[in-house]
């Protein structure tokens, strides 16, 4: 290659490098003055050939800043159902660090981010399904859908989306997700799966997949709650005990309903944890300012400032999402979005603290350099624009067909998660019977424990990070680039 000089040459090597569809590359960003580390992609794919009626999925894609030809693809699948994948590039494992501008709905200050998966894979962010983020439809019957259908979309983009960029079909590919993505990962695995059985072209080298506080199945999600708010101390014992004999060890909030005395305790338990952060018990909720001003006749000082803290980069507070699992369990059936859900539990003020990434995806110039149609929707972290339908059931028969023919499978929990907590993600993966080949043990990262893990045949490993929370790459980023390149080249964690 240095022996290639000339104009020809420098051609080849475009061509070679550079097979990613036309105009998708991304060649400057507002808010960042740095030189990319690696290349960056943007744009849409129609997954029917419907055009501006049919289904039109937004990517963003990051090329890995070590070795993009070899080192493994991952797709990354935020939940909600309804929230964007640019949750997981703004606030998780970006290849950014977004720093707020000091006056509100100004553009945000990018610098690179030391910790972004980007360091060890490429990865796809995608909003889906159709409606989500930046993916839109001019025909808005295509809003409607559930888990199937957005699987079956979700393997569509795939398949064009490799057909677009050839140049890495053969890299080992991953499926990576959390919270309601607990439900998109393995159903979409299951697709491809299905699609490399049947000999469906450009294969993809499915190697395995990723859940990190991902929702599984009504029984395990509602009897998770208890154990890891007693286990936590944010019950007393005597409450834990009442629960235990009204409830007779079934949580399951809505099956309950009937029995009074076991709803009664129930709803005790939810009142005394009703003001903590469900998204990582030690962190304080963010308050609205406005909304804390509206209320301060009766709140005290100390109250109205919650979530203020001198970190310069700081988590956010509380994260957009569901609130699992005791306001509304995923059942079969439709599925109450979160706005939705906010409108209907008036007293319940969300603690969002969304800003940056509005501010950057509503920006005309940003939208402009990241190629985003002019038909595109107002970008929302989540939205309740879809009507989304829970129809695959539970994951268990999914994870036990995949882990059996033999693909790779880390289920990771950020421990202080009260939303989807371990204790769930724990007692499924032990219930599938596994023989353990790894038996609990601390792991680490900056020669620190970084939490805890247990591995089992067939590939199957659940592990803990300590002291994070539902979004485990926005409170322990370092130990998150850890877990995650150790496992995808299948080294010891
Ligand atoms: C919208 O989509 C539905 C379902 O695919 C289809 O029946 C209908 O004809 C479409 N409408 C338009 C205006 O394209
Ligand atoms: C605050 O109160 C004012 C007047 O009652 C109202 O118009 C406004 O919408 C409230 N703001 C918020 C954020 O609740
Ligand atoms: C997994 O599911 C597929 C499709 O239903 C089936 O053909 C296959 O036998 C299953 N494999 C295992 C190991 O359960
Ligand atoms: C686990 O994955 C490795 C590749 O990392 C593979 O060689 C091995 O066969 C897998 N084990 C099982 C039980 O599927």
New binding site residues.
């Given amino acids: 290659m240095n022996k290639c000089l000339g104009p020809l040459c420098i051609l080849l090597l475009v061509l070679l490098v550079e097979a990613a569809p036309q105009g998708s590359l991304i060649t400057h960003l507002p808010g960042f003055n740095g030189n990319f580390l690696s290349n960056h992609y943007s744009g849409y794919i129609s997954i029917d050939g419907n055009g501006e ?1 049919g289904k039109n999925l937004f990517y963003y894609f990051v090329s890995s800043e070590r070795n993009p030809s070899k080192d493994p693809v991952v797709l990354w699948l935020n939940g909600g159902p309804g929230c964007s994948s640019f949750d997981g590039f703004v606030y998780e494992h970006g290849p950014f660090n977004f720093e707020a501008a000091k006056s509100k709905g100004k553009l945000p200050t990018l610098h690179n981010n030391p910790y972004s998966w980007s360091k060890v894979s490429n990865i796809i962010y995608l909003d889906s399904p159709t409606g989500v983020g930046l993916s839109y439809s001019k ?1 808005i ?2 809003y409607l859908t559930g888990d199937l259908q957005t699987a079956s979309d979700t393997h569509a983009f795939l398949l064009k989306w490799f057909e677009e960029f050839p140049e890495f079909q053969a890299n080992p590919f991953y499926v990576s997700g959390e919270s309601y993505a607990g439900i998109y990962v393995p159903t979409l695995v299951f697709e491809i799966a299905k699609g490399i059985r049947s000999l469906t072209k450009p294969v993809i080298n499915l190697k395995g997949y990723l859940v990190g506080n991902g929702v599984t199945g009504s029984t395990f999600d509602n009897n998770a709650f208890i154990p890891f708010v007693h286990g936590m101390g944010l019950i007393s014992d005597t409450m834990y005990e009442d629960v235990q004999a009204n409830c007779k060890e079934n949580y399951d909030y809505d099956s309950n309903t009937e029995d009074d005395t076991c709803s009664k305790s129930l709803e005790k338990v939810s009142r005394v944890v009703a003001d903590l952060n469900v998204y990582n018990i030690l962190e304080p909720c963010y308050h609205d300012p406005e909304v804390a001003r509206n209320k301060s006749s009766n709140l005290p000082l100390s109250f109205q400032n919650l979530g203020k803290t001198e970190r310069p980069l700081s988590v956010r507070k509380r994260m957009f999402g569901r609130a699992w699992p005791f306001r509304a369990p995923v059942r079969d059936g439709p599925v109450t979005l979160w706005p939705q859900l906010m409108a209907a539990d008036l007293g319940h003020v969300p603690c969002v603290n969304d800003e940056v990434a509005l501010a950057w995806l509503n920006n005309v110039e940003v939208r402009k350099a990241i190629h985003v149609n002019q038909a595109s929707n107002t970008w929302e972290l989540c939205t309740d624009r879809i009507s989304y339908e829970h129809d695959a059931g539970s994951m268990i028969p999914y994870h036990k067909n995949l882990t059996r023919l033999g693909y790779r499978a880390l289920i990771f929990s950020g421990d202080h998660d009260m939303c989807v907590p371990f204790t769930g993600s724990e007692a499924w993966t032990r219930s599938l019977g596994y023989k353990i080949v790894d038996e609990w043990r601390p792991w680490d990262s900056n020669e620190q424990v970084a939490g805890y893990l247990q591995a089992y045949e067939n590939n199957l490993t659940f592990l803990t990070i300590k002291g994070a929370g539902h979004t485990v790459p926005e409170y322990k980023p370092r130990e998150a680039l850890d877990f995650y390149s150790r496992w995808l080249e299948g080294k010891p964690i």
Wanted: charged share 0%; proline share 0%; aromatic share 0%.
């Fill in positions: 009626n025909n019957t295509n």
